[in-house]
């Protein structure tokens, strides 16, 4: 890769919107991801399910388009988009041939700025968050970790953005079109865009498309305590879910790459400490894993583990301890394996331009500005045994949280494992 291929350029308009932009011009496609600042840490505390709900009925006629008209224009377009709702922001994004690019970031203008919220499609857009719902509850493993979070983080950071059937229900037009007034806005709103393009007339497009569009101050949502300790969700089944949580750094910290390195050891693949000690060597479960999880301004490590009822609790012991283990350090072959995988990540992200949109989009939101993929090449490069030990030294593993679904709870007893007092 070249440093005239990584030239990443950023203008921020004056009503707050950023725009950055990645020429990839061996490709032949371009796509664009859009971060609202609309999450659902802006749901009022009653109604959790608002942003989701918003994010469905904005694509449901906007500008000249009605719901129909809409859909079809991206299809002619040859989009592939997509749209979701998270805990800071809403996202929409899409990809194309580059030919495309700037026609249905104009569609996309529209949905952002002049959604019609059709009445007679409120139910419509109502049972579609139902749908989502109950599809969340059907998959107990994503039940038990939504709970971690919610529990590790508390309100408003820890949230799920689909909230619950009895909130949803009562969510009406007026509430939609309030939050919609409220958070959708160009101050806080990022537009990352990667493929072949060009620069001069990208900024000019989306000047013309949203620098009228005037900010609006920011809803400063009010938080809750986190909730740390054992929660045990009840639930009749020969199978228990496993997610555990302990205290890490968040994406933007210095030592986030030392901790992504320490946590890839437990589980980067079918060499991976927990794979190997949990499942390979002891067969105890079905799935296990680890992985980073980070808010604005902090982090932990989660780890999952799908089991028997009458193997939870020898599958939470094997856990734990590997975990405590972690802190007598990782070996030079565990960091070979990590740096490996991680340049294969960097390659495919080379040849994907929506990923590379999207991690535009992620890192100006939380460092305020963009790594080049050399960059972190570079970064992963330079880890070294010494350095990942040090960090996991004076970052052990320690204080975890659990939360179990099946139908007994667990103990956290291993012998030197003190988990984090109930609050």
């Not at 005239?4 to 990839?24: A, D, K, P, T």
């Not at 949905?111 to 857009?125: I, K, T, Y």
């Not at 049972?127 to 709970?147: F, K």
């Not at 972190?376 to 679904?405: A, G």
């Amino acid at each position: 890769m070249t440093v005239e291929q990584e030239i990443i350029q950023s203008h921020q308009f004056e009503n707050g919107l950023v725009l950055i932009g990645q020429s990839m011009p061996w490709l032949e496609s371009a796509a664009f991801s859009f971060q609202v600042p609309a999450g659902c840490r802006y749901d009022p505390v009653d109604q959790i399910g608002v942003a989701n709900f918003v994010c469905e009925m904005v694509q449901r006629g906007a500008g000249e388009m009605d719901s129909r008209q809409y859909i079809e224009r991206l299809e002619q377009l040859g989009v592939d988009y997509s749209s979701s709702a998270s805990v800071y922001g809403t996202h929409y994004s899409g990809a194309s041939c580059s030919a495309q690019l700037h026609d249905a970031l104009t569609v996309f203008a529209d949905v952002l700025r002049r959604p019609h919220f059709p009445a007679e499609q409120m139910e419509d857009g109502r049972q579609v968050c139902y749908q989502e719902i109950a599809a969340i509850a059907d998959d107990l493993p994503q039940r038990t970790l939504i709970e971690l979070r919610n529990r590790y983080y508390g309100q408003t950071d820890g949230r799920d953005c689909h909230g619950s059937a009895t909130s949803v229900a009562s969510i009406q037009l007026d509430d939609l079109q309030n939050f919609y007034q409220q958070n959708y806005r160009p101050n806080g709103m990022i537009l990352g865009v990667a493929g072949k393009i060009d620069w001069p007339l990208l900024k000019d497009h989306v000047a013309s498309l949203f620098a009228d569009w005037h900010a609006r101050p920011e809803v400063i949502p009010e938080a809750s305590p986190a909730e740390h300790g054992t929660c045990h969700l009840p639930f009749d089944s020969q199978q228990t879910h496993i997610a555990i949580a302990y205290p890490g750094v968040c994406y933007s910290d210095p030592d986030y790459y030392r901790q992504a390195g320490s946590v890839s050891v437990l589980s980067g693949g079918m060499s991976s400490r927990l794979f190997t000690e949990v499942r390979e060597k002891r067969g105890l479960c079905y799935s296990v894993f680890a992985s980073n999880h980070s808010v604005l301004d902090r982090g932990c490590v989660v780890c999952y583990c799908g089991t028997s009822a009458e193997r939870a609790q020898e599958s939470l012991d094997v856990i734990l301890q590997q975990l405590v283990n972690l802190k007598l350090g990782i070996t030079a072959d565990e960091l070979r394996r990590l740096k490996v995988q991680v340049r294969s990540d960097l390659i495919m992200q080379q040849e994907s331009c929506r990923a590379r949109a999207g991690s535009l989009t992620g890192d100006w939101f939380h460092f305020g500005r963009v790594r080049t993929l050399d960059e972190c090449n570079s970064r992963i490069s330079s880890l070294t045994v010494e350095e990942i030990n040090r960090f996991l030294q004076e970052h052990p593993p320690r204080q975890f949280d659990l939360v179990t679904l099946g139908p007994h709870p667990l103990e956290i007893n291993n012998d030197g494992i003190s988990s984090t007092p109930t609050g």
